[in-house]
């Protein structure tokens, strides 16, 4: 967990789901945490299903955005989806790994990134992280609440 990175701006990109729906990251309008991961990386597909209940628990507070990093992209991501049954998690496909390649050229994931209600980074999670504790949850609030 760093926040080495506090104050970088959310990148201007657009990504879309397998239904063609346009998602553009910079015209969001609060607190976003956005989930960089893959159907092939172990950790990402634990985290999955942690993060659609914290997605729920944090509500209207902040929208959890999980961006795939699949080649593949919706041939993979869609039967995923379906099987894990995710309530609150959209299954957005950036298959050119355009959004890794501006946050973490290494390639490293899963990366979590916490950005505020103006676009600015405010903290960042690298690897698996255990987003079901209730503390995971107070992580967020209260780095949003820091700035």
């Known amino acids: 967990m760093v926040r080495k990175f506090a104050g970088t701006p ?4 657009q990504f879309s789901d397998p239904a ?3 998602l553009d990251l910079a015209a969001q309008d609060g607190p976003v945490l956005i989930n960089l991961w893959a ?11 942690q993060l659609d209940a914290l997605a729920a628990t ?9 961006v795939s990093q699949d080649v593949r992209g919706a041939e ?7 099987k894990g049954g995710y309530a609150r998690l959209e299954p957005w496909l950036d298959p050119d ?22 676009g600015k ?10 987003w079901s504790t ?6 967020v609030r209260e780095a949003l609440a820091a700035g």
């Not at 993979?76 to 379906?82: L, M, Q, S």
């Not at 355009?98 to 505020?116: K, N």
Request: hydrophobic share 45%; proline share 10%; net charge negative.
């Open 10 to 13: 959310i990148p201007a990109m």
């Open 20 to 22: 063609g729906e346009t």
């Open 39 to 49: 159907t092939w990386c172990a950790p990402c597909v634990k985290e999955m299903p």
């Open 58 to 66: 944090l509500g209207d507070e902040v929208r959890v955005i999980t």
């Open 76 to 82: 993979v991501v869609t039967p995923f989806f379906a």
């Open 97 to 118: 790994a355009e959004l890794s390649a501006q946050f973490t050229p290494e390639g490293v994931l899963p990366l979590t990134i916490l950005f505020d209600a103006t």
């Open 121 to 130: 980074e405010v903290l960042r999670v690298t690897g698996g992280y255990d």
């Open 134 to 139: 209730p503390e995971a949850a107070t992580l």
